[in-house]
């Protein structure tokens, strides 16, 4: 005998979704306004008009709020999709599409960073396990790339990648917050990726690529001099 299947089950399923993106729209908006440690999950509740059990249910923690965030936005999906790259494509051409892509993903959702790096400057416990957590797995994925590429023989043998990954991901991070911080409070997004901007981070990359390759000055033991 077949079970029947409760009509309601789709209805409560995309009611669920909904009743997560509002939360997760409240969060966005309030934590922006008065930061992490000035947004009770009491505050959030009232803002949406539900109880603090019904957040609980859907977000056990602030954390998993940030990181319901990052994933509505699409940085967890262009962290997946780093970490899967065959790396065919030459190693300047690929570093140099890397950091525009990564570029475009902090044009779109220079809020929610902007709300994550200023949490973690004032030593928020939650904003801080979330931003490394992001920092780690995008350090991981450059790790895996240069590596297929060494395998290839890209990279200068003598090159760390370990090393080279952390220089990469330090690098394209002190970049784009340099952009922030002169840019403040301005959200219009074409003003964060702006032609001179693009520019700047092809020739960072494109210099990089060499460094890498070994045909510019590389520190005396392994390590890439930037």
Same mark, same amino acid.
């Given at each position: 005998m077949s079970?029947?299947?409760s009509?309601?089950?789709?209805?409560? *399923?995309?009611?669920?979704? !909904?009743?997560?993106?509002?939360?997760?729209?409240?969060?966005?908006r309030?934590? *922006?306004?008065?930061?992490?440690?000035?947004?009770?999950?009491?505050?959030l509740?009232?803002?949406?008009?539900?109880?603090?059990?019904?957040?609980?249910?859907?977000?056990?923690?602030k954390?998993?709020?940030?990181?319901?965030?990052?994933?509505?936005?699409?940085?967890?999906?262009?962290?997946?999709?780093?970490?899967?790259?065959?790396?065919?494509?030459?190693?300047?051409?690929?570093?140099?599409?890397?950091?525009?892509?990564?570029?475009?993903?902090?044009?779109?959702?220079?809020?929610?960073?902007?709300?994550?790096?200023?949490?973690?400057?004032?030593?928020?416990?939650?904003?801080?396990?979330?931003?490394h957590?992001?920092m780690?797995?995008?350090?991981r994925?450059?790790?895996?790339?240069?590596?297929?590429?060494?395998?290839?023989?890209?990279?200068?043998?003598?090159?760390?990648?370990?090393?080279?990954?952390?220089s990469?991901?330090?690098?394209?991070?002190?970049l784009?917050?340099?952009?922030?911080?002169?840019?403040?409070?301005? *959200?219009? !997004?074409?003003?964060?990726?702006s032609?001179?901007?693009?520019?700047?981070?092809?020739?960072?990359?494109?210099?990089?690529?060499?460094?890498?390759?070994?045909?510019?000055?590389?520190?005396?033991?392994?390590?890439?001099?930037?």
């Amino acid at each position: 005998m077949s079970r029947r299947i409760s009509p309601k089950t789709g209805s409560s *399923s995309r009611g669920g979704h !909904r009743t997560r993106q509002r939360i997760l729209a409240a969060a966005l908006r309030l934590f *922006s306004r008065n930061g992490f440690h000035g947004t009770s999950i009491r505050v959030l509740a009232r803002s949406v008009g539900l109880t603090e059990a019904a957040i609980y249910y859907h977000f056990p923690s602030k954390r998993a709020i940030v990181e319901a965030l990052y994933e509505r936005r699409g940085v967890t999906t262009a962290l997946d999709e780093l970490e899967r790259l065959p790396g065919e494509v030459p190693l300047d051409h690929q570093l140099v599409a890397n950091a525009l892509a990564s570029a475009r993903l902090w044009d779109e959702n220079a809020d929610l960073l902007r709300v994550v790096v200023v949490e973690v400057l004032r030593g928020d416990r939650a904003a801080w396990a979330a931003h490394h957590e992001l920092m780690e797995r995008w350090r991981r994925g450059i790790l895996d790339l240069l590596t297929r590429y060494r395998t290839r023989h890209e990279i200068d043998p003598s090159i760390d990648v370990a090393e080279a990954a952390d220089s990469w991901v330090n690098l394209m991070f002190g970049l784009f917050m340099d952009r922030l911080l002169a840019l403040g409070r301005i *959200s219009r !997004r074409s003003s964060f990726l702006s032609p001179e901007f693009r520019r700047s981070i092809e020739v960072s990359a494109l210099a990089f690529a060499q460094r890498l390759k070994g045909q510019l000055r590389k520190g005396g033991d392994g390590n890439i001099d930037i």
